[in-house]
């Protein structure tokens, strides 16, 4: 089983920048990938961003290029980088940790990210 436990959200004008933090508890197979995601009021959760254990990353067509997903094996922690941020990055934030970046079987308990225009 492995937790994780995220932090580093919060309130934050508009084109202002903040990181968030998720850290695994264990070292396993099961994070080999590990991710963010976002869920809006009353809309789906979608994909932010993922990276796997060898550095290779992906990210939603609405973050490119403003935010920035990291990794810190030996700490078993991953980052992501929100710049340039938009009042429709408001989300709750959820950290994900899977064998592989499509097959997601850990989640965090959110972390709440708004953005005022």
């Known amino acids: 089983q492995v937790q994780l436990v995220e932090s580093g959200g919060g309130l934050v004008q508009a084109g202002g920048s903040l990181t968030l933090s998720c850290a695994a508890s264990a070292r396993t197979v099961s994070t080999n990938a590990m991710g963010w995601f976002r869920q809006a009021p009353g809309k789906e959760r979608e994909l932010v961003a993922t990276i796997t254990r060898g550095g290779t990353t992906n990210y939603g067509d609405s973050v490119k290029g403003r935010f920035t997903i990291s990794r810190d094996n030996a700490k078993n922690t991953v980052y992501l980088q929100m710049n340039s941020l938009k009042p429709e990055d408001t989300a709750v934030y959820y950290c994900?940790?899977?064998?592989?970046?499509?097959?997601?079987?850990?989640w965090g308990q959110g972390t709440q990210v708004t953005v005022s225009s």
């Open positions: 994900a940790a899977g064998i592989r970046a499509g097959t997601m079987n850990y």
